[in-house]
């Protein structure tokens, strides 16, 4: 299974007083940088490889995967016009998506436990988002609200009823089908000139417009994870998240280990 990261953005937002911040996927954890978390996931659960959308300082993160003797695991395609937002880098790994049976389309930004990705691809549903119901309630987070076991919206700015909600984790599992729908779409919103919008409308519009229950969800509720939008974000993931998913890992070793 291929795994497809979208990783072109500056990340402002992350060191606002900085001309020229690191790229987020370089930002390290526990002396890892957070691509080295990433591939060391992927190559525990069956992921074969990697393709990252990359466009901010692209050179930082490619000498990156190779000082991680990388270079046969990930490949790169860039984005010269990633400060026009996520949709145009989605349009760059079109052929990336729509070329495999089943692919994994995530954000680069996310420190996580390994559990994660494992319920994802273990997800008996051929599509599939992950949801967490312990979250900071506003318009930041990217909500999923469920209503008879169904996603019913899956944006920032909500507008219908539901059985309860939680916030994205940013990471799909898609199928050929579905990765094809969701490139079409997104060529729609280029000719259309939507292209500052978040991707995550993309995947909703597909959403609206197919079957019920053609997209589901895993809810990862408890499992340790974050995204990294903010400096808060970078002291919650080291003090907070990395312990817990380090001390996590180690308990469920010692459970396995015969005695």
Not at 24 to 37: A, C, D, M, N, Q
Not at 71 to 89: A, C, E, P
Not at 115 to 142: A, W
Request: hydrophobic share 40%; with cysteine.
């Amino acid at each position: 299974m291929k795994a497809v990261m979208l990783a072109a953005g500056v990340g402002s937002r992350l060191a606002p007083d900085e001309t020229e911040p690191s790229p987020k996927v370089l930002l390290r954890f526990g002396g890892k940088s957070l691509l080295e978390h990433h591939l060391e996931i992927f190559q525990q659960h069956g992921i074969d490889e990697l393709v990252i959308g990359v466009g901010y300082k692209n050179q930082e993160i490619e000498q990156e995967i190779l000082d991680l003797g990388a270079g046969d695991f990930v490949r790169t395609i860039l984005n010269k016009d990633y400060l026009d937002g996520s949709i145009v880098t989605l349009w760059t790994l079109r052929d990336e998506l729509r070329c495999e049976t089943q692919v994994i389309l995530l954000d680069a930004d996310i420190l996580y436990d390994n559990r994660i990705l494992e319920r994802l691809i273990k997800s008996q549903h051929r599509n599939s988002m992950l949801l967490d119901r312990n979250f900071e309630p506003g318009d930041e987070p990217v909500k999923i609200c469920v209503r008879d076991n169904e996603i019913v919206e899956f944006r920032k700015w909500l507008s219908t009823s539901f059985d309860f909600l939680g916030e994205s984790v940013g990471m799909f599992k898609l199928s050929h089908d579905m990765a094809c729908q969701i490139i079409a779409q997104t060529e729609l919103y280029l000719n259309q000139g939507r292209r500052n919008e978040a991707y995550e409308e993309i995947i909703w519009d597909v959403i609206l417009t197919s079957p019920r229950g053609i997209f589901a969800y895993e809810d990862i509720t408890g499992l340790p994870w974050i995204e990294i939008d903010f400096q808060a974000d970078v002291m919650q993931a080291k003090l907070n998240i990395l312990p817990r998913i380090l001390n996590e890992k180690k308990q469920l070793q010692g459970l396995s280990e015969p005695t």
